[in-house]
């Protein structure tokens, strides 16, 4: 990083010279962490002008709607790559090699099964219960498992951490759905690809073999690839955080799963399916988009609008064609992709919407593939969580294995002065 000095003029101070850091590609940032020592903080809620780290996983152009994975664009991994060659992109820096491919492939293969005593766990819940709670609970028991790697100074530790989520993901979240359907857990299989093993586990029963569509597996190992990483988003800025204390890496991804959750992140594919349902039909959709653009109304149009992306999401259209691809190979007819490309028609010819360049995201199609895939929507973020799980590891990796502190932001405090404690009896 090179170094300019940005001048910072405070009444009442002296002025004060930031240094501006410029990265490989994307804005320079201006390092304020001196100003502490000179009394003063920043204030941005929400960390909208904020870099909280440095990082080399994944870079985003908000403007030219343009992610990168170490270098290599969404729309080549999507088209010419497999979710486990991603992971190990995100997690190593490089594409793997065959042999290094065939090794990583075949670990993972070899840490897809949970303990026994984990799918005691799910009986704690009821069988109605969201999967996400589910999800949140059963990866934070993790940390009851391994203590065999827990030390996060170790690199070994952290690689086999790695591995282990990465591999047992889609077998904790594949238990999620069966558990609800009252159906048998499935055991994963050595012989099945990383996606062929997940809706194995999720749709297959111990009755007769799985008949799984290529189809279906390839639009499956997609959706993994394009959910994969996302740099400093909510939920990877909370493993982050919470990672920076010391916690226990199951433990700091069961926060990731938690942050996700939210209709705002990861929960909105799910929202957006019911808010077509909420719709309904072709002719009420002008009337919701004026609830959307009506400040006093808290209806928001799910599925678009995106803190970084003032253009299209490079994953919505990836996933819009692969919708296409998985609903004409399965022979459906869906209303709701009617309803969702007439909903984007007019949203994206609506003066509202083309000025505060809120443009459709990656939520915005996922769901109708997964409901096509026979995939129910309580699901949806489940496979989100899934899919990010190696983003979340990568980032905590890449923070762990770096000189890091403790996040610990200030405040703007605005309430009471000091005050003397007042008596019950004496209290108005
Ligand atoms: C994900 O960060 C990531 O990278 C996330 C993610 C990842 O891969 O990790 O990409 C995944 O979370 C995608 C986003 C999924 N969420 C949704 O689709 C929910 C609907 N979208 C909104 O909630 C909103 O767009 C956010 C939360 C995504 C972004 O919100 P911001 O950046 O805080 O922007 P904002 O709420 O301040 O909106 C700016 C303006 C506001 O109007 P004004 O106050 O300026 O008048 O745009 C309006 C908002 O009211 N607006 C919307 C809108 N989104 C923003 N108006 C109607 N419908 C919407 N969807």
Not at 6 to 31: F, M, N, R
Not at 35 to 55: M, R, V, Y
Not at 60 to 79: F, P, T
């Amino acid at each position: 990083m090179t170094e300019k000095n940005a001048i910072l003029k405070v009444e009442g101070h002296d002025d004060i010279s930031l240094p501006i850091y410029t990265p490989t590609i994307g804005q320079d940032v201006i390092d304020v962490a001196s100003l502490t020592s000179k009394g003063l903080f920043t204030f941005d809620p929400g960390f909208t002008s904020t870099a909280s780290c440095e990082s080399k996983i994944t870079y985003i152009d908000g403007e030219k709607g343009q992610l990168l994975h170490r270098g290599y664009s969404i729309e080549e991994l999507a088209n010419k790559s497999d979710y486990l060659e991603v992971c190990y992109l995100l997690l190593f820096g490089e594409l793997p090699t065959a042999e290094q491919k065939e090794s990583f492939v075949s670990t993972v293969k070899n840490h897809t099964m949970v303990h026994e005593q984990l799918q005691f766990f799910y009986r704690g819940f009821r069988r109605d219960a969201h999967p996400m709670a589910v999800m949140c609970g059963v990866v934070g028991a993790l940390s009851a498992f391994y203590h065999d790697s827990t030390d996060i100074k170790n690199p070994t530790h952290r690689e086999v951490t790695a591995y282990r989520l990465i591999a047992k993901m889609p077998t904790i979240a594949a238990m999620c759905y069966k558990y609800s359907a009252g159906q048998p857990f499935m055991y994963p299989r050595n012989d099945l690809s990383y996606s062929e093993n997940f809706l194995h586990m999720m749709f297959g029963t111990p009755c007769e073999e799985s008949k799984i569509s290529p189809v279906l597996a390839k639009a499956m190992d997609r959706i993994f690839i394009l959910h994969a990483d996302h740099e400093q988003n909510a939920s990877t800025s909370t493993v982050r955080l919470a990672g920076s204390s010391g916690a226990n890496p199951f433990a700091c991804i069961a926060a990731g799963i938690s942050a996700l959750w939210g209709p705002a992140h990861g929960g909105a594919n799910e929202a957006v399916l019911n808010m077509l349902d909420q719709i309904g039909d072709v002719s009420n959709i002008d009337a919701y988009i004026a609830k959307a653009k009506d400040k006093n109304d808290p209806f928001k149009l799910m599925g678009f609008g995106h803190r970084v992306y003032k253009n299209y999401d490079p994953r919505a259209s990836v996933m819009r064609e692969s919708c296409h691809e998985v609903l004409n190979e399965l022979g459906i007819h869906d209303p709701q992709l009617e309803l969702a490309m007439k909903l984007e028609e007019i949203a994206l010819s609506d003066p509202y919407f083309k000025e505060k360049k809120l443009f459709p995201n990656v939520d915005f199609y996922s769901g109708i593939i997964l409901k096509a895939m026979g995939i129910p929507t309580s699901m949806f973020t489940v496979i989100f969580a899934l899919s990010r799980t190696v983003g979340w590891i990568a980032h905590w990796n890449e923070m762990i294995s770096n000189p890091y502190k403790i996040g610990r932001p200030r405040q703007l405090y605005t309430g009471y002065d000091e005050r003397k404690f007042t008596p019950v009896n004496e209290r108005k």
